[in-house]
């Protein structure tokens, strides 16, 4: 990871002090520990990097600092408190300083702290801050342990403000910007730069930096694959990449996800497995968000809403797109509007994954009522077993809210079913003659769905003929199925399925 070539020393005099939002596993902890042995003064571990380039001629340049790094990573916060990580940090600078401090408040103990080293080294102090909201979105589900962490922040970090003479420098890095916590609203000197265009490719790696870098890695896997290295690109491509930071910022891959595949030589899925908020999806299903959403370009945030998060909203998006659900796809100048979607396949596919038993707890693997089974039946031409499986599936559904309408547990499931699919399925396809709501292809099969709700599964094959949805495929030798399943509002279940081929 190397510090931008471009930027200004003019910045660099006018701020001290800056934060960055960056979704987990992207690198930030891999940035902080770059700018820790740059404040430690260790020029060795750069050499031959562009900062060592940008610091000749700088008399100032490596002098070694103190330096206090936060790591709020790797802690169980419901099994430990923020308050026991902040007395282990200072503890041990403490001993490390030959400082001794019995005040009460940590707080005053970090201020004395920044206070004693300098006056012991000469040298204003460093404060690095690795993930300061793990404790805040660990705690998400619990509103009162999570609104005391907020003020054990707002009583330990507001000292910053005031300690500015005895401070060199500081970065804060965090998934969310929580606009509540004192940390920005004290330090009104700290740069935000996550929507910085001069930031965008900070963490992450570019398009660029991947075909520099990982030729071996790319050859390694294409051959393994039995695929060209420029197939493999695009595989890579359609799997990790797609994260953008700014509307004029290049495209990045997830640095974990393609470190990992490189390791397995496999397009897995990493990134994901490293934990999904549970309450984000539960908020999802409870306000009826239409899930379309997520794919079709409708997500549409200004540049507030992206920057912060209140941690006490329903607007979950500013939170999705921070954790790195969603990216900036499209902007608007005129309106100055982001358009926000998923940012590829790893993300689409484990993301419907984590969604399919929200809405359908009893759809897990083994269940009957998985997406393997439905595979199997839809390869196999069983058309059947595939009509019995979406009986079984919406019986299950538990509809325990009276304000959660038939509809959007209708059209949720069937949108996550087949887009789970993955390769097979197209959704809403558009036609020269209208629209079907999904296709889905096998070696052997092609099937035309589409689905009614309080309607007749005739009018669903009418509509299928009358807009000539089968007409595409008349010169293919698979054969094909036109399926009209009709779902009745009232009694929730699948009322009626017909089949014509």
Excluded at 187 to 199: A, C, G, P
Excluded at 281 to 288: A, D, F, L, T, Y
């Amino acid at each position: 990871m190397s510090i931008k070539q471009n930027i200004s020393t003019v910045l660099l005099m006018m701020w001290h002090s800056f934060f960055l939002s960056r979704p987990r596993r992207f690198g930030k902890s891999l940035f902080l520990s770059a700018l820790k042995a740059y404040w430690e003064g260790k020029k060795e571990l750069f050499s031959g990097l562009a900062i060592e380039k940008l610091e000749e001629g700088n008399a100032d340049a490596w002098n070694p600092h103190p330096v206090f790094y936060f790591d709020f990573n790797g802690e169980n916060y419901s099994e430990t408190s923020v308050e026991n990580v902040l007395v282990k940090h200072l503890k041990r600078w403490e001993e490390l300083y030959d400082i001794n401090d019995n005040s009460e408040s940590l707080g005053e103990r970090f201020q004395n702290l920044l206070i004693k080293v300098k006056q012991k080294t000469g040298m204003r102090c460093v404060v690095l801050v690795d993930e300061y909201d793990k404790p805040l979105l660990d705690m998400a589900d619990d509103q009162e342990l999570q609104e005391k962490y907020k003020n054990t922040f707002k009583g330990f970090f507001s000292n910053l403000k005031s300690c500015n003479e005895y401070i060199r420098f500081v970065f804060i890095t965090g998934v969310t910007k929580f606009n509540k916590v004192s940390i920005f609203s004290d330090l009104n000197q700290l740069k935000d730069i996550s929507l910085s265009e001069d930031f965008s490719d900070i963490c992450g790696i570019t398009e660029k930096e991947l075909r520099d870098n990982f030729a071996p890695e790319i050859a390694a896997m294409a051959d393994k694959h039995h695929i060209s290295k420029e197939e493999c690109l695009v595989k890579l491509k359609q799997q990790y990449d797609g994260y953008r930071y700014h509307q004029n910022g290049s495209c990045l891959y997830n640095p974990f996800s393609l470190i990992n595949a490189f390791s397995d030589k496999e397009f897995g899925a990493y990134w994901f497995e490293t934990g999904t908020p549970s309450f984000l999806m539960k908020q999802i299903r409870e306000n009826n968000f239409d899930v379309r959403k997520f794919s079709d370009k409708t997500i549409y945030a200004n540049e507030r809403t992206l920057k912060d998060y209140t941690g006490d909203s329903l607007d979950f998006i500013p939170l999705l797109y921070q954790s790195g659900y969603l990216t900036i796809a499209e902007y608007d100048a005129r309106r100055r509007r982001y358009t926000l979607a998923l940012p590829n396949e790893e993300v689409k596919y484990a993301f419907y994954e984590s969604l399919m038993p929200v809405y359908v707890p009893s759809a897990r693997p083994g269940s009957g009522l998985d997406i393997f089974t439905l595979e199997d039946k839809i390869e196999n031409g069983d058309l059947d077993a595939v009509r019995d499986f979406f009986t079984a599936l919406f019986a299950r559904i538990p509809y325990s809210s009276a304000d959660t309408t038939f509809e959007h547990y209708f059209q949720t499931v069937i949108y996550l079913v087949f887009t789970l699919l993955g390769q097979f399925t197209e959704c809403e396809l558009h036609t020269f003659s209208g629209r079907i709501d999904c296709i889905v292809q096998t070696s052997g099969f092609i099937y035309l769905f589409e689905f009614k709700r309080d309607e007749s599964a005739d009018s669903a094959l009418k509509q299928i003929n009358d807009n000539k949805y089968a007409l595409p495929f008349a010169s293919d030798s698979r054969k094909l199925y036109k399926i009209g399943v009709s779902f009745d509002s009232d009694k929730r279940v699948l009322a009626d399925w017909k089949v014509e081929e």
